[in-house]
C-alpha cells in the first residue's frame, strides 16, 4: 500500500484503539489490580480479536458473520462472565502491598479468552471494522502484502497503546499501594471490571 494511505490509516486506528471503552477500561482495571506484567495475555487477546475482525472483513465475511450472530453473541457473554469472575477476585484480593501473587495455572490462556471475547463483542469494534475501516481502506483492492502490512501496524498500535494504559495503571497502583489504599484500589478496579462486562452484556 502506498505510505500515505498507511499513515491515514495508523491516525485513525491509533485514535480508535486510544479512545475510551470497554477495552481501555479493562486493561486499566486489571493492572490496576495485578500488575503490567499478568495484564499482558488479556491485551494479546484483545489484539487477536481485532485481527479476527480484520479477516472476517477483508475476506468478505462480514455479512456471513452477521448471519451467525448467535455464536458471537455466545462469545460475547462467555468474555462478559469471565471478566465477572476477574471482577469477584479483585474485589476479594487482601489488602496486600505490591507484590504480585504467584501466577495460576492456565491463568494466561483464560486471559488470553478474556480479552477475545471482549473485542468479538464489543460494539466500537464492531462500528469500526464494518463502518470506519472500509471507508479509509479499499478492501476489495487490498493485496497480499498490504494485508500482512496492515496486520503489522494493527498488531504494534493496538498492543502498544493498550500496553501504555497498563504500565500508567500499575504506575498509579505503585504510587497508592499501602494495604489500606489497595484495599480501596481493589474494590475500585472491581467494580469497574464489573461494570465493563454488565456493559458488553447488555449491548
Known amino acids: 500500500m502506498e505510505l500515505t ?9 491509533a485514535v480508535a484503539v486510544a479512545s475510551p471503552g470497554p477495552g481501555v477500561a479493562a486493561v486499566v482495571a486489571r493492572a490496576m489490580g495485578s500488575g503490567t506484567r499478568r495484564t499482558l495475555p488479556f491485551i494479546a487477546g484483545i489484539v487477536i480479536g481485532d ?3 480484520f479477516a472476517l ?10 448471519s451467525f450472530q448467535i455464536v458471537f453473541t455466545i ?16 474485589w476479594r ?6 507484590d504480585e501473587q504467584p501466577q495460576i495455572k492456565g491463568e494466561g490462556f483464560k486471559l488470553v ?27 476489495q483492492a487490498v493485496t497480499p502484502l498490504a494485508i500482512v502490512e496492515l496486520c503489522a501496524i494493527m498488531v504494534v498500535v493496538l ?14 497502583r505503585r504510587f497508592i499501594a499501602t494495604p489500606e489504599r489497595m484495599r480501596t484500589v481493589n474494590r475500585a478496579t472491581g467494580g469497574l471490571m464489573a461494570g465493563v462486562a454488565v456493559a458488553v452484556a447488555a449491548r
Not at 5 to 13: N, P, R, S, T
Not at 93 to 98: L, W
Not at 113 to 139: D, R, S, Y
Open 5 to 13: 494511505a498507511l499513515m491515514i490509516f495508523v491516525g485513525i486506528y
Open 93 to 98: 484480593a487482601p489488602a496486600e502491598g505490591i
Open 113 to 139: 479468552l478474556g480479552g477475545l471475547g471482549l473485542t468479538l463483542g464489543n460494539p466500537k469494534t464492531m462500528v469500526f471494522f464494518l463502518a470506519i475501516l472500509p471507508q479509509v481502506i479499499p478492501l
Open 159 to 172: 498492543g502498544g497503546i493498550m500496553t501504555g494504559y497498563a504500565m500508567l495503571a500499575d504506575s498509579a
Open 75 to 90: 462469545i460475547k457473554y462467555a468474555g462478559a462472565a469471565y471478566l465477572l469472575y476477574l471482577a469477584w477476585k479483585l
Open 57 to 66: 472483513v477483508v475476506g468478505g465475511l462480514a455479512v456471513l458473520a452477521q
Open 51 to 53: 485481527l479476527v475482525w
